[in-house]
Each structure stands twice: as C-alpha cells, then as structure tokens.
C-alpha cells in the first residue's frame, strides 16, 4: 500500500510518510521524482534523468532519501493496527450539557431547528443538571480532569442553572477527586457585564458564534423578529474578550455557500480585535439552497488555499493569531487510539438534553435512534456505544487508503451519518476538505520553519 502522499502549498514541497506521520520538506528535484526513487535503482534513475538535473545532485538526493528511509521515516509499510481495545473501561471524560432547547436566534442552518431539536421548547432543570454532573462523575473512572460544554440552543436563557451547576460542579471536586473544566457556547444576544464576568472567571475557554461580515452574519443569524444580530453580538464580544486577557475563547463561524470567499470573513475577525478563529462548513440536507454541495468544493478548497497565506500574513504581525482548523499536531506521538479513533463521540463524550437524555453528541440530539439512555438511569443502549467505540479509521472502508488518516482519524460521524446514513461511511466532501485544510496546516509550519 502506497504510504506517501505530497503536495506542494505557499512554496513548500512536502512529503508525508503516512504510517510514520513524518513531514519532510523537500527540494523541487526530490518532489518530482520521489516515486521513481521509491521504484528504481540509483543507477536506473540517475540514467533516465541525468539530462534533467546534474548527476551529482541526483546520487546525492538519492542517499539522502534512502537515509530517510532507513531510518523508518519514508516508504514505511501501513501494517498498523490498533495495540490495545479503545475506551474498554467505558470512561466518559466530557459532556455537552444542553441546558436551554431554545434559543433567541433563529440561525437558518441550525442543525438544533432553530434550538429545539426538532423537539418542544425547553430549559432544564436544576434536578437534572445535578444528575448530569453526578453521571458524568459517576462515569468517568480514574480520569480527574472532565470538561463540560454549556450549550443550548442558547444557554444563556438558562444562566441561572449554569451558574448553579459551576457552583454544584465544584463542591464535588473534592469529594471525587475531579477537576471540572467548564466551556459555554453563546450567541452573544445575552451577554451583559454580570454574564460577562461570571463566564470570565469560571468558564475555561468560550465559543462566541459569529459568522464574519455584517451582510453574511445578519444573512442567516437574524434575531426571532427577523432582525439582524451583528452589531449587537459583536459589541458584546469585544468587551467580553478584551476583559477575558489571557484566558482561552474562540470566535466560531459558519460558512455556507453565501460565502465561498470566507477568507474575508476570518480576516474581518482579526480586524475586529479578534485572534482566536475558527470557520466551519455548514452542517445541513444537501438540498437546502444554502448548502455546500459537490459543485462548490473546487472554490472552497482555493479558499482554503488564500486563507492560509493570509493567515501566514497575518501571523507575522501578530503570532497569537490562531485559526482553529490550521492546528495541526505533527508530533501526535505513538498512541495509535489516538491517532485513529477521532472525537470519541458516544464512548468518551456525550451530550445531554434539558429532559437528561444522553445521545453521543450534539449533532445526534433529537434522533432517538441514537439515544443511548438518560441521566438517572444510566446508559441502556450499550450496542450503539460499541458501535462508536469500533468506528475508527480501521472499520471505515473509505479511511484504508486515506493518507489524512491517522490526523482525521475518520471524521465526523454525525456527518458520516446523515451524508450517508452510515457513521462508517465518512461524508466525501468533508473529506475532502479535511485534507485540504491538513495540508494547508502542514505548509503554514512548514513555512514558519523557515524563518
Ligand atoms: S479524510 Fe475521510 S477518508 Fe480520510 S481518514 Fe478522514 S474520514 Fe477517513
Ligand atoms: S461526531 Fe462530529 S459533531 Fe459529534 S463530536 Fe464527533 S466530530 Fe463533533
């Protein structure tokens, strides 16, 4: 099986060993022949293209790549495989608690219907946020650090319980031995100074959802009387973040196919004061008119392109600049469960609506195929959570051959499954760009190696 894969992006020529996960930079020479050097002897290659490039630099590349080699770094064989049983303990290490099923915005491509899941309107309760918690304790075995993400619809119509459960969640800390790391995901609407320093102080990191320009934002995020909410969430966003000083946050966007050109909206982030990004495809039924659809795949995978040139622009100003996509971890390590297991979305993360149902994540709430049991009585659909254990990139036939495999680790299964109706069946376009944004990633290091 062919573990190589290159690509060449914002002047760097890079080789990946897939099995190894080694990046290589590399000259032009040793881009352009690199398979034959993989197939031929010294003498063979340098006979068939001592007219293309000296002699000496040809035995020389030769050497060198074969040095690489050796050292199990370039050709390596892809006989992996998983070295111990994922998640056989049955941990779970972080919950997406769903505290409010309503939500002040009506976003058009919500995947939540506009925050209710396709379901009644609805907040939880403090009994049931209690019983979360304690679920999530009673599961998470050794593990000392959880994370719990307030989310919604828009959580910030149940701030009350949020600021219970913060409360509730540190008087068990001790007792369990546990650290509760907290997150929340807002739209912004709600923020005031009170909301904006209690998330100040106890929420570890904040989603803040924006979409970039006004005309894009207001476009799909308008308000329940059909308003725009821009300049509404941006003010509020800014005097959140510039009181937040050190602390961890990120301006999360949508793009659809309104805007293609979505450069120009992470680039408005950072002009609004904004350093931590992120930009993701919509989720939604293809036949919806703002949807990504095959047609539009070409054009978003050049903006991938533009977007991290300008993000390497802009990153000489002002390194704190991040786009979360870009991210990438080339040293992930040797853990081979962490390398092709992925998200970990119905084994070691799970989501809970405001009645106490568990569902695998977010993106599942709502389809009761997919429930997996609720908060007081414990997990019941013990095969659907096998299921998610065993959906890895060695059980999804399309991940085989994949070079991105062991950085994708099989993407999204939710997409996977309403793409496909199959989460072992990963969602073509997603993969493809996935891969992109790999790549974009792997150049934008490799380039600030350079310097
Ligand atoms: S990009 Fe697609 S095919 Fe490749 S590893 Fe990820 S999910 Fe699998
Ligand atoms: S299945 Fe997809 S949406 Fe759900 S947690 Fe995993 S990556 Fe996120």
Known sequence: MNSLHKFHLNDQYVLLDRPSGAVHVVDPMIYDLIEEMQEKSKEDLVKAYKDRYPEEDLREAYDEVYKIKDMGLLFSEDDLELSAPYNEENTIKAMCLHVAHDC?????????????????????????GK????????????????EVDFFGGEPLM???????????????????NKHFRFTITTNGLLLDDDKIDFINEHMDNVVLSLDGRKEVHDKMRPTANGKGSFDLVVENFKKLVEKRKDKDYYIRGTFTNHNLDFSKDVK????????????EP??????????IRE??????????????ALYLDI???????????????????????????????GSEYCAVTPTGDVYPCHQFVGQDEFKLGDVFTGIENTDLVEDFKKANVFSKEDCGDCWAKYYCSGGCHANAYYANGSILKPHKIGCQLEKKRLEAAISILAKQGEN
Do not use: W
């Open 158 to 176: 149940n701030f009350d319980l949020v600021k219970k459960l913060v409360a509730y969640g540190r008087s068990l800390e001790e007792k369990h």
């Open 315 to 345: 990153q000489k100003e002002d390194p704190d600049f991040l786009f979360f996509h870009f991210m990438v971890d080339l040293d992930q390590g040797p853990c081979m469960v962490k390398r092709s297991v992925g998200c970990g979305a």
């Open 104 to 128: 002040n915005l009506r976003c058009r491509y919500c995947f939540a219907s506009q925050g209710a899941y396709d379901h009644d309107r609805l907040l939880m309760d403090e009994e049931t």
């Open 131 to 146: 019983a979360a918690l304690d679920f999530l304790v009673a599961h998470s075995n050794h593990r000392i650090n959880l």
């Open 295 to 308: 047609e539009h795949v070409d054009q978003i995978l050049k903006e991938y392109e533009v977007l991290s």
């Open 268 to 279: 408005l982030f950072h002009d609004l004061g904004f350093e931590k990004t992120s930009m």
């Open 282 to 291: 919509v989720v939604c039924e293809p036949e919806k008119e703002y949807a």
